[in-house]
């Protein structure tokens, strides 16, 4: 069995999606997907931290020769368990946009009074008026 068949499997066997393996392990979804598609291997760190994961010896992620291991072995991961980070993400968003929202609102809504003053009214000013002509200031 080859590897990306194996992490496939292996991931399958434990519940995960590939997502939740991604924010275990600290890599991207679309890492996991090219692991599993064949397109490229995860680092020797990336394997360490499979086989503990998973539970498996690193000689059986790299021999594509190795005895495939029964998924008995393998017990689902509570979900409890998994990485609470992108629950923290979502409301540290959310909190960030509540603030936006609310200085923006604060910004429209919260105008000074505009009044006219006739330039006749503004003291030490001289006011020169051509034909009717009066421009409020």
Known sequence: MKLEEKLFSL???????????????GV???????????????????????????????????NDDAVELPHEELKPIKAESINEAP?????????????????????IFWRKEETTIPMEKIEGSDVVTVDNFVMDW
Not at 92 to 103: E, N
């Open 11 to 25: 991931r399958k066997a434990k519940g995960l999606s590939q997502l939740n393996l991604a924010e275990k392990i």
């Open 87 to 107: 629950k923290r993400k979502i409301v540290l968003a959310l909190i960030v946009a509540g603030l936006t929202v609310l200085v923006l609102c604060t910004m």
């Open 28 to 62: 991207s979804r679309q890492a996991i997907s090219r692991w599993e598609a064949g397109i490229a291997k995860p680092t020797t760190d990336n394997l360490k931290c499979l086989g503990t994961l998973y539970n498996v010896p690193l000689e059986y992620l790299l």
